[in-house]
T-cell receptor
């Protein structure tokens, strides 16, 4: 079971870069790392997914070291609308339902 | 087409009653998940299915939870004999296949009184 650990909360000022790290020491060879964002009264929304090294899309970057035991979601120049809960999920197409679990995530608060 | 939708958005049920929650997933998606999200405890998968073959994990947390998938893009989560501890947000998600990114609905907030 690739359990994940994230900081419970983070605060940041507008315009700053925010890095949220997720630890997953027991990640399996076939597992991918996926990050989701959730606003109140909404379901989680996909942000980015990666397997190793670095992945970048229009909203975020994902850094994964060689041992893959952690990953860092990087949000460039955050705005107030980035205030949300961020979850990392480690899973593969072989992951059983019993091992699909979103933790409590990291609550990011962006301050004006 | 549109994203994942769920109905109702809010449901109040008396303890001991059965409830049914509906999910309309994205057309073409093979895998459909039902999660239960509770404040401060994260989200756990209750059940998931691949295409029309239901892989029911109703053993979590007990046999009171089951899901039906009468059509590929429609699923109904049924909770029998609701308990107060069942009060939570129930999220439905679908994906192209297992391991791919999941698309979530807005959730149904169930309150058991």
């Amino acid at each position: 079971l690739a359990k994940t650990t994230q900081p419970i909360s983070m605060d940041s000022y507008e315009g700053q870069e925010v890095n949220i790290t997720c630890s997953h020491n027991n990640i399996a060879t076939n597992d991918y790392i996926t990050w989701y964002q959730q606003f109140p009264s909404q379901g989680p929304r996909f942000i980015i997914q990666g397997y190793k090294t670095k992945v970048t899309n229009e909203v975020a970057s994902l850094f994964i070291p060689a041992d893959r035991k952690s990953s860092t979601l990087s949000l460039p120049r955050v705005s107030l609308s980035d205030t949300a809960v961020y979850y990392c999920l480690v899973a593969s197409d072989q992951t059983g339902a019993n091992n699909l679990f979103f933790g409590t995530g990291t609550r990011l608060t962006v301050i004006p | 087409g549109a994203g994942v939708s769920q109905s109702p958005r809010y449901k109040v049920a008396k303890r001991g009653r059965d409830v049914a929650l509906r999910c309309d997933s994205i057309s073409g998606h093979v895998t459909l998940y039902w999660y239960r999200q509770t404040l401060g405890q994260g989200s756990e998968v209750l059940t998931y299915s691949q295409s029309d073959a239901q892989r029911d994990k109703s053993g979590r947390p007990s046999g009171r939870f089951s899901a039906e998938r009468p059509e590929r893009s429609v699923s109904t989560l049924k909770i029998q004999r609701t308990e107060q501890g069942d009060s939570a947000v129930y999220l439905c998600a679908s994906s192209r296949d297992r391991g791919y990114e999941q698309y979530f609905g807005p959730g149904t907030r169930l309150t058991v009184t």
